[in-house]
Nanobody
Framework: QVQLVESGGGLVQAGGSLRLSCAASGIIFMINDMGWYRQAPGKQRELVARITRGGSANYADSVLGRFTISRDNAKNTVYLQMNSLKFEDTAVYYC?????????WGQGTQVTVSS
């Protein structure tokens, strides 16, 4: 099994920055790609960004140019650098790890952007 622990959420003013971290443990060699999702109150969980083991990334249109996902395979950690934060970025952010026949989620970390 794989376990994920997120950190780095918090309260920030609009225009500010935060960096989220997601540390993986367990049978980590199984992991193919990792990603960040978010869920705002009353809305469905949505993809923010994903990154493959090789470092190829894709982003939601709403965060393109503002957020950067990166991965440190030696530390089994994926990061989400969030710049120019907007009120609408407020959500619980979840880390996800995926392998050939399954996936797992972290517990989530709250990001609140004040306008």
């Amino acid at each position: 099994q794989v376990q994920l622990v997120e950190s780095g959420g918090g309260l920030v003013q609009a225009g500010g920055s935060l960096r989220l971290s997601c540390a993986a443990s367990g049978i980590i060699f199984m992991i193919n790609d990792m990603g960040w999702y978010r869920q705002a109150p009353g809305k469905q969980r949505e993809l923010v960004a994903r990154i493959t083991r090789g470092g190829s990334a894709n982003y939601a249109d709403s965060v393109l140019g503002r957020f950067t996902i990166s991965r440190d395979n030696a530390k089994n950690t994926v990061y989400l650098q969030m710049n120019s934060l907007k009120f609408e970025d407020t959500a619980v952010y979840y880390c996800n790890a995926r392998w050939f026949d399954g996936n797992t989620w972290g517990q989530g970390t709250q990001v609140t952007v004040s306008s």
